[in-house]
């Protein structure tokens, strides 16, 4: 075939159409080529794959995938989901001919293996003999850590055209399954800010918005809550049908460091995680790293900086595989740069100036350009590459020896329950469809049981720990106790790479019990876990009752709002027909038409709705839709993209406004309330990013001139909603009776590094309607407010130490202080929320606090009559 025209309509019916997808992307492409040899990347892109200022996009990279696919029968590329943004997220296995004959035959084997439950030994050495090592490599899930995507383009036309003893041994033994770009989305936002800076005052700037449209760099830390479409498709189309051995997973870092940092991680190490498994990723990563040295390549890492503790960033750690990573050194994008040994900085655990086991090779500094860093990290893919089909038996005896340890758990606890009767339902539904999408599985009791002598009622839901993935359910189910570790005896605090708590009871609000000894029960596995069936009390009705307690009543409310249905929230508590209702209950008066439409809503939102033919005459909040503004800043915040993420998920109107719309001012007129999310300093919101360093567009935060125009906005009766650090830029800015007690105090004396703290809420101020008196909070190097004035108080530390699972140092500096206040400001207020109310979309128990805030800046104060 000459250039141009080849059928890719035939080739994506076959191939690339399987989940359905439109490729709109594939389709406006034409392949060049099509020949027994596949071109090199070079000669399709034009350019060598790390060359200086040289970066392919996503559609290059899928038609150089496909073209791959059609020219070597080595290499299937397949779409196995849609990203966030609608581009084909992409999985290529890589194999030799002969397996590719059978990858049925090989997905069976490990997912046999991976659940050995009534697979005799004999039968599971037989497995073993035949089958596959199964390596997954994931580039790029970091869109500005940009080499790895790049380089999966050369690594796999070396796999599919080296015909070296090596590579037959790798093709026969193994197989690969290549995900070129965990974020295609983020990947294109990158190279278009790379291509429109590049040779500007500008090349390396920021890019300034999040490189995944909801979680930015939290992209990857994703992989317990499976909120994002990526991480739902990389398990759905890679995890759950090859049950990999191994991930590695291709990453960069700052510049002055290693120019590779490789496994095994740094203590602490998650304790549920296998022992095979921590061991494993020493194995492999020193593996990688021998071929590496072996080659003469310097400044290379290990057992430093990370650690191994969060499962939101390990989801192979409870699914039976090692996860390595590789952390390369980063240039500008594809910008070259140049250092001096001089310009290196030690980092946890290791100093790069210093030779060492950890370091055995000195880089003696010099010019770093993108294809070092595409050179480092092909040795490292064939030093795991060569790994796993060396070992293949080794690997995958490993895995089953995983999986059986895990469905022959005889520890404590014997299992966890879930009772029917929870405070917020909906959310401890939510709860159990993580745990399934994690592949646990869950049994509902067809009738009343007994355990640890308690009597637990028909329909609670039992996770038994003896199961394939247990340890997933047990990590996510139990409190964590993170060690105090030290950088030395008496010393600072060792910061932890990520968080420390994960528990999903607690976070999310869910009543979990864990039964010790084993009991019998008759269990029936639930194929999916539904929410209960909302519904409609019957008879006749004066006014219908909604529960505050769900997170998912703020989804019936924004539905009541945009059907014009009139709602109050009822200020005092109040008792009808006997029955007790606290202050925040939802009332809906009846009006024509209003009973078919909470129908409805019910069915669709999973929340029930009560009938009282009682007169009700209480003080109460009379509902509008708050016109919500969220702050959007240049420096790209991922709290914001967190918060819009589950503001859309709850159905709320909203508009996102920049720094010109909060300096040109008359916000009072558009806006009812104005969010500002977290992880923004005071500088950042003023400030921004300074001029000259980012096109002038981008430059500059609100200014002088918009704090100005915030002030007014409230004193004219505007609602601020600061969260996280932005409580300091509203403290300072709008003179606040409250000081942070925390400021300027060294981690020595306190630290809390993500952990779960409780908090006492004041449920009676319309910001905690709905909230359990005694809750939790998650704490992340967060502010505690002492409060004056007129300044109120809605969550308070206890006199007690607050930790509830994760790790806190110097407790009783919180005690009695403030996280949540109201303070009121001319007619308006400023909400200080000095917690993260909605980190990564996880902590569900305290959503409320941020709902409630919304709806409370457009509510009026009356008697429901
Ligand atoms: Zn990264």
Same mark, same amino acid.
């Given at each position: 075939?000459?250039?141009?025209?080849?059928?890719?309509?035939?080739?994506?019916?076959?191939?690339?159409?399987?989940?359905?997808?439109?490729?709109?992307?594939?389709?406006?492409?034409?392949?060049?080529?099509?020949? !027994?040899?596949?071109?090199?990347?070079?000669? *399709?892109?034009? *350019?060598?794959?790390?060359?200086?200022?040289?970066?392919?996009?996503?559609?290059?990279?899928?038609?150089?995938?496909?073209?791959?696919?059609?020219?070597?029968?080595?290499?299937?590329?397949?779409?196995?989901?849609?990203?966030?943004?609608?581009?084909?997220?992409?999985?290529?296995?890589?194999?030799?001919?002969?397996?590719?004959?059978?990858?049925?035959?090989?997905?069976?084997?490990?997912?046999?293996?991976?659940? =050995?439950?009534?697979?005799?030994?004999?039968? !599971?050495?037989?497995?073993?003999?035949?089958?596959?090592?199964?390596?997954?490599?994931?580039?790029?899930?970091?869109?500005?850590?940009?080499? %790895?995507?790049?380089?999966?383009?050369?690594?796999?036309?070396?796999?599919?055209?080296?015909?070296?003893?090596?590579?037959?041994?790798?093709?026969? &033994?193994?197989?690969?399954?290549?995900?070129?770009?965990?974020?295609?989305?983020?990947?294109?936002?990158?190279?278009?800010?790379?291509?429109?800076?590049?040779?500007?005052? *500008?090349?390396?700037?920021?890019?300034?918005?999040?490189?995944?449209?909801? +979680?930015?760099?939290? &992209?990857?830390?994703?992989?317990?809550?499976?909120?994002? +479409?990526?991480?739902?498709?990389?398990?759905?189309?890679?995890?759950?049908?090859?049950?990999?051995?191994?991930?590695?997973?291709?990453?960069?870092?700052?510049?002055?460091?290693?120019?590779?940092?490789?496994?095994?991680?740094?203590?602490?190490?998650?304790?549920?995680?296998?022992?095979?498994?921590?061991?494993?990723?020493?194995?492999?990563?020193?593996?990688?790293?021998?071929?590496?040295?072996?080659?003469?390549?310097?400044?290379? +890492?290990?057992?430093?900086?990370?650690?191994?503790?969060?499962?939101?960033?390990?989801?192979?750690?409870?699914?039976?595989?090692?996860?390595?990573?590789?952390?390369?050194?980063?240039?500008?994008?594809?910008?070259?740069?140049?250092?001096?040994?001089?310009?290196?900085?030690?980092?946890?655990?290791?100093?790069?100036?210093?030779?060492?086991?950890?370091?055995?090779?000195?880089?003696?500094?010099?010019?770093?350009?993108?294809?070092?860093?595409?050179?480092?990290?092909?040795?490292? %893919?064939?030093?795991?590459?060569? &790994?796993?089909?060396?070992?293949?038996?080794?690997?995958?005896?490993?895995?089953?020896? $995983?999986?059986?340890?895990?469905?022959?758990?005889?520890?404590? =606890?014997?299992?966890?329950?879930?009772?029917?009767?929870?405070?917020?339902?909906?959310?401890?539904?939510?709860?159990?469809?993580?745990?399934?999408?994690?592949?646990?599985?869950?049994?509902?009791?067809?009738?009343?049981?007994?355990?640890?002598?308690?009597?637990?009622?028909?329909?609670?839901?039992?996770?038994?720990? %003896?199961?394939?993935?247990?340890?997933?359910?047990?990590?996510?189910?139990?409190?964590?106790?993170?060690?105090? #570790?030290?950088?030395?005896?008496?010393?600072?605090?060792?910061?932890?790479?990520? $968080?420390? !708590?994960?528990?999903?009871?607690?976070?999310?609000?869910?009543?979990?019990?864990?039964?010790?000894?084993?009991?019998?029960?008759?269990?029936?596995?639930?194929?999916?876990?539904?929410?209960?069936?909302?519904?409609?009390?019957?008879?006749?009705?004066?006014?219908?009752?909604?529960?505050?307690?769900?997170?998912?009543?703020?989804?019936?409310?924004?539905?009541?709002?945009?059907?014009?249905?009139?709602?109050?929230?009822?200020?005092?508590?109040?008792?009808?027909?006997?029955?007790?209702?606290?202050?925040?209950?939802?009332?809906?008066?009846?009006?024509?038409?209003?009973?078919?439409?909470?129908?409805?809503?019910?069915?669709?939102?999973?929340?029930?709705?009560?009938?009282?033919?009682?007169?009700?005459?209480?003080?109460?909040?009379?509902?509008?839709?708050?016109?919500?503004?969220?702050?959007?800043?240049?420096?790209?915040?991922?709290?914001?993209?967190?918060?819009?993420?589950?503001?859309?998920?709850?159905? *709320?109107?909203?508009?996102?406004?920049?720094?010109?719309?909060?300096?040109?001012?008359?916000?009072?007129?558009?806006?009812?309330?104005?969010?500002?999310?977290?992880?923004?300093?005071?500088?950042?919101?003023?400030?921004?990013?300074?001029?000259?360093?980012?096109?002038?567009?981008?430059?500059?935060?609100?200014?002088?001139?918009?704090?100005?125009?915030?002030?007014?906005?409230?004193?004219?009766?505007?609602?601020?909603?600061?969260?996280?650090?932005?409580?300091?830029? !509203?403290?300072?800015?709008?003179?606040?009776?409250?000081?942070?007690? #925390?400021?300027?105090?060294?981690?020595?004396?306190?630290?809390?590094?993500?952990?779960?703290?409780?908090?006492?809420?004041?449920?009676?101020?319309?910001?905690?309607?709905?909230?359990?008196?005694?809750?939790?909070?998650?704490?992340?190097? &967060?502010?505690?407010?002492?409060?004056?004035?007129? +300044?109120?108080?809605?969550?308070?530390?206890?006199?007690?130490?607050?930790?509830?699972?994760?790790?806190?140092?110097?407790?009783?500096?919180?005690?009695?202080?403030?996280?949540?206040?109201?303070? =009121?400001?001319?007619?308006?207020?400023?909400?200080?929320?000095?917690?993260?109310?909605?980190?990564?979309?996880?902590?569900?128990?305290?959503?409320?606090?941020?709902?409630?805030?919304?709806?409370?800046?457009?509510?009026?104060?009356?008697?429901?009559?």
């Amino acid at each position: 075939m000459t250039t141009g025209g080849v059928d890719l309509g035939g080739f994506m019916k076959t191939r690339l159409s399987v989940a359905g997808l439109t490729l709109v992307a594939l389709l406006s492409v034409e392949l060049a080529s099509q020949t !027994a040899r596949p071109r090199a990347p070079q000669d *399709f892109l034009g *350019f060598r794959v790390g060359d200086d200022y040289k970066l392919a996009d996503w559609q290059q990279i899928t038609t150089y995938f496909t073209e791959l696919d059609k020219g070597s029968d080595r290499i299937r590329a397949e779409v196995v989901g849609q990203t966030t943004l609608k581009r084909p997220f992409l999985a290529v296995t890589i194999t030799s001919p002969e397996n590719h004959a059978r990858l049925d035959r090989y997905q069976g084997i490990t997912r046999r293996l991976a659940d =050995p439950r009534g697979l005799a030994p004999n039968d !599971a050495d037989a497995l073993i003999a035949e089958g596959k090592s199964v390596i997954a490599i994931t580039c790029s899930v970091h869109a500005t850590e940009v080499a %790895a995507a790049q380089m999966s383009m050369e690594l796999a036309h070396n796999l599919a055209t080296d015909n070296s003893e090596e590579v037959r041994t790798i093709l026969n &033994n193994t197989i690969l399954v290549l995900v070129p770009s965990l974020n295609p989305d983020g990947l294109d936002i990158v190279v278009d800010w790379y291509k429109k800076t590049v040779n500007t005052p *500008f090349d390396g700037a920021p890019v300034p918005e999040l490189y995944h449209h909801y +979680a930015g760099h939290d &992209n990857n830390r994703d992989w317990y809550m499976f909120t994002q +479409a990526e991480t739902r498709a990389v398990i759905d189309g890679v995890y759950k049908r090859w049950h990999p051995q191994v991930l590695y997973d291709v990453h960069q870092m700052g510049s002055n460091g290693a120019r590779l940092f490789l496994p095994p991680f740094m203590d602490p190490y998650e304790p549920n995680i296998d022992p095979i498994l921590i061991q494993g990723a020493a194995f492999l990563g020193q593996a990688m790293m021998n071929r590496l040295i072996g080659e003469g390549k310097t400044g290379i +890492a290990t057992n430093a900086i990370y650690d191994a503790w969060t499962p939101a960033r390990a989801y192979q750690h409870y699914h039976g595989a090692v996860r390595v990573l590789s952390e390369a050194a980063s240039v500008r994008y594809a910008s070259p740069i140049r250092l001096n040994v001089t310009d290196l900085r030690p980092g946890l655990g290791y100093d790069p100036r210093t030779l060492s086991w950890k370091f055995p090779a000195v880089w003696r500094g010099g010019d770093w350009r993108l294809r070092d860093i595409v050179d480092y990290e092909l040795t490292a %893919a064939m030093g795991a590459l060569e &790994n796993v089909a060396l070992y293949r038996e080794r690997w995958l005896r490993n895995f089953y020896r $995983v999986g059986r340890k895990a469905v022959e758990w005889k520890g404590i =606890p014997f299992a966890f329950l879930v009772p029917p009767d929870q405070r917020d339902p909906v959310t401890a539904t939510e709860m159990l469809e993580v745990l399934q999408f994690g592949e646990v599985e869950v049994h509902q009791a067809q009738a009343p049981f007994t355990a640890d002598g308690v009597e637990y009622a028909k329909g609670t839901y039992v996770i038994p720990m %003896a199961q394939p993935y247990g340890s997933f359910a047990k990590t996510m189910l139990e409190k964590q106790a993170y060690p105090d #570790l030290r950088e030395y005896p008496g010393g600072p605090p060792q910061r932890p790479y990520d $968080v420390v !708590a994960h528990t999903l009871p607690i976070q999310m609000g869910v009543k979990v019990v864990e039964a010790r000894q084993p009991f019998e029960a008759t269990l029936t596995k639930s194929a999916t876990v539904t929410p209960p069936p909302g519904m409609v009390e019957a008879g006749p009705a004066r006014a219908y009752l909604l529960s505050h307690d769900t997170n998912a009543s703020f989804k019936a409310l924004n539905r009541l709002m945009k059907e014009r249905v009139e709602v109050f929230w009822a200020q005092k508590p109040l008792t009808l027909a006997g029955k007790a209702y606290d202050p925040g209950t939802m009332i809906i008066p009846a009006a024509p038409g209003v009973g078919t439409k909470l129908q409805a809503i019910a069915k669709d939102t999973s929340v029930s709705f009560g009938a009282t033919n009682e007169r009700i005459n209480v003080p109460g909040y009379r509902m509008s839709a708050p016109r919500i503004a969220m702050y959007k800043s240049y420096v790209a915040s991922m709290d914001e993209g967190w918060t819009r993420f589950i503001l859309e998920k709850y159905d *709320f109107a909203f508009t996102s406004i920049v720094d010109t719309d909060i300096r040109s001012g008359s916000l009072r007129s558009r806006f009812d309330v104005i969010l500002i999310p977290g992880e923004l300093s005071e500088r950042q919101i003023i400030q921004g990013h300074p001029p000259g360093t980012i096109p002038a567009e981008f430059a500059g935060g609100i200014g002088e001139n918009g704090v100005q125009n915030l002030r007014e906005f409230v004193n004219a009766g505007g609602t601020l909603v600061a969260v996280d650090e932005a409580t300091e830029f !509203a403290v300072h800015q709008f003179a606040l009776p409250a000081r942070n007690t #925390l400021e300027g105090v060294p981690p020595q004396q306190f630290f809390v590094p993500g952990s779960l703290l409780k908090v006492v809420v004041d449920t009676d101020n319309p910001i905690a309607y709905g909230m359990s008196r005694e809750t939790a909070a998650f704490f992340l190097e &967060n502010p505690a407010f002492e409060v004056t004035g007129n +300044a109120k108080s809605v969550a308070t530390y206890p006199l007690t130490n607050p930790l509830m699972s994760g790790w806190i140092l110097g407790p009783e500096r919180l005690q009695g202080k403030t996280a949540v206040a109201e303070v =009121p400001v001319g007619q308006g207020r400023v909400i200080l929320i000095g917690i993260r109310p909605q980190f990564r979309a996880q902590v569900r128990v305290t959503y409320k606090l941020l709902f409630n805030s919304l709806y409370y800046s457009a509510a009026t104060l009356g008697t429901i009559e």
